[in-house]
């Protein structure tokens, strides 16, 4: 398929350049910033604009990969309105009937994953959530996901935004956590690197066991003395005391409903 | 070395098996409940005993293992008054100098993992954290730390503490973030396995990007309207709610901070 890119991020950069490599031509980059827009059409040989107008009209697909509250306007300002092409966005947040009101063929393609761009991730492990407008639209999305992933689910827009939730506590809170971890052990001069060990299993253990079961630490055990002593620890960091109060609140009563069951 | 275990949890558990595959001798296993003291004394083929008075006298080296807020008292009730044995406990949090006023070579051997009975761990890979009382107490302690792991490091009691602070953040409430995706995805009839390729990568990420620069997600990108709106997702969960704020404010602070450097 000819696919046009709307967006230059990292969702952008990593889908496309799958796509790209299952042997989809990419006809054109748009981004609001040339820049961005052209680094990625370098990537994939082909050309880059920073102009809706100028965006291509003959493409088969029209990939969405921008912020979540930028995809309104965009579609009611710069997209051309083709009968036949496919339009698609890629949040997880965002409902497919964004669409509705402008073009004929649309669906959403949500990469459940989290990209930089400058690490690669092999794209063939990512789950890929698909919902469509219509059959036809469903079958092109389905091809299209299935040229660069093995694990297709469909899924409504409501669910998906659940999925979404989910996604942002298991992936961008706990790097966030990792984040404030790293800023702890700086405060002591200690490197980063020790706690890969224990990243590494904490994320293993949920392979086989469900969090629930495999969850340690003070607020599991319900250790109410290790926890004062260590939200006394963070006094001068009151936003991540804060979270140690907040966090500790919800993990203990995880635990309780638990062994009430 | 002939060992004596107070406690049977976890880490008595993991640590007690590395040290006797090592070949350490293990002389008994102490716990107020004489069942689990029975099943891990079974495993390495000891005594097992629930009557701090029946605590052998003739260890070399006696591995406290414990609840944190259980270790004073145990300490000063039951432990054995041996005038040449090293005592030890495993807690992250809990000073050095607990030993002090009771027994004359003690120390600490933190192992920095995150252990659950029925999940096998590899200790070697396991980073270990050692303090003592003096030279001869280090130097058993080394001894000791050496036969069951490569990742050996002297660490004060206070750095401990932060240490093991920032070991919360990075394993505990890591998973208590996957926990509460867990129980979002539940809600939707969603399996937790469709999160692990996320769960990996976000850990892997880390190997080769530090965490500020690896945050990705509505908070780093100061996405408000979906913040708003996944809050609003969370109305009828107001413990997870809460922290769905807090840790927003936390990542959204530390990545200003990181871009005014």
């Not at 509705?100 to 690669?120: A, N």
């Not at 059959?135 to 093995?150: F, I, Q, V, W, Y």
């Not at 392979?207 to 001068?236: F, N, W, Y």
């Given at each position: 398929?000819?696919?046009?890119w709307?967006?230059a991020?990292?969702?952008?950069?990593?889908?496309?350049?799958?796509?790209?490599?299952?042997?989809?031509?990419?006809?054109?980059?748009?981004s609001?910033?040339?820049?961005?827009?052209?680094?990625?059409?370098?990537?994939?040989?082909?050309?880059?604009?920073?102009?809706?107008?100028?965006?291509v009209?003959?493409?088969?697909?029209?990939i969405?990969?921008?912020?979540?509250?930028?995809?309104?306007?965009?579609?009611?300002?710069?997209?051309p309105?083709?009968?036949?092409?496919?339009?698609?966005?890629?949040?997880g947040?965002?409902?497919?009937?964004?669409?509705?009101?402008?073009?004929?063929?649309?669906?959403?393609l949500?990469?459940?994953?989290?990209?930089?761009?400058?690490?690669?991730?092999?794209?063939?492990?990512?789950?890929?959530?698909l919902?469509?407008?219509?059959?036809?639209?469903?079958?092109?999305?389905?091809?299209?996901?299935?040229?660069?992933?093995?694990?297709?689910?469909?899924?409504?827009?409501?669910r998906?935004?659940?999925?979404?939730?989910?996604?942002?506590?298991?992936?961008?809170?706990?790097?966030?956590?990792?984040a404030m971890?790293?800023?702890?052990?700086?405060?002591?001069?200690l490197?980063?690197e020790?706690?890969?060990?224990?990243?590494?299993?904490?994320?293993?253990?949920?392979h086989?066991?469900s969090?629930?079961?495999?969850?340690?630490?003070?607020?599991?055990?319900?250790?109410?003395?290790?926890?004062?002593?260590?939200?006394?620890?963070?006094?001068?960091?009151p936003?991540?005391?804060?979270?140690?109060?907040?966090?500790?609140?919800?993990?203990?009563?995880?635990?309780?409903?638990?062994?009430?069951?």
């Amino acid at each position: 398929m000819r696919i046009v890119w709307i967006g230059a991020g990292n969702v952008a950069t990593h889908l496309s350049m799958a796509l790209a490599q299952a042997g989809h031509e990419t006809l054109q980059v748009f981004s609001r910033t040339i820049d961005s827009a052209s680094i990625l059409a370098e990537r994939l040989g082909c050309m880059a604009t920073d102009r809706a107008e100028e965006i291509v009209p003959n493409a088969d697909v029209y990939i969405l990969s921008i912020k979540d509250d930028a995809i309104d306007d965009l579609i009611e300002q710069a997209l051309p309105r083709c009968e036949d092409a496919l339009f698609v966005h890629t949040a997880g947040s965002v409902p497919m009937n964004v669409f509705q009101p402008y073009v004929r063929h649309f669906g959403v393609l949500y990469p459940m994953q989290t990209f930089s761009r400058t690490k690669p991730v092999d794209f063939k492990e990512i789950p890929v959530f698909l919902e469509a407008s219509d059959e036809d639209a469903m079958k092109r999305l389905r091809e299209l996901a299935t040229s660069c992933t093995e694990k297709i689910y469909e899924l409504s827009s409501d669910r998906r935004k659940q999925l979404h939730l989910a996604a942002v506590f298991a992936c961008n809170f706990v790097n966030g956590c990792y984040a404030m971890a790293e800023d702890l052990l700086k405060a002591q001069g200690l490197p980063f690197e020790i706690m890969l060990p224990l990243i590494d299993e904490t994320a293993r253990k949920v392979h086989s066991l469900s969090p629930l079961m495999a969850q340690t630490g003070p607020a599991a055990r319900g250790d109410v003395e290790v926890m004062k002593h260590q939200i006394a620890l963070l006094e001068d960091l009151p936003e991540m005391q804060e979270l140690y109060k907040t966090m500790s609140r919800c993990i203990y009563r995880l635990k309780q409903e638990k062994d009430i069951k």
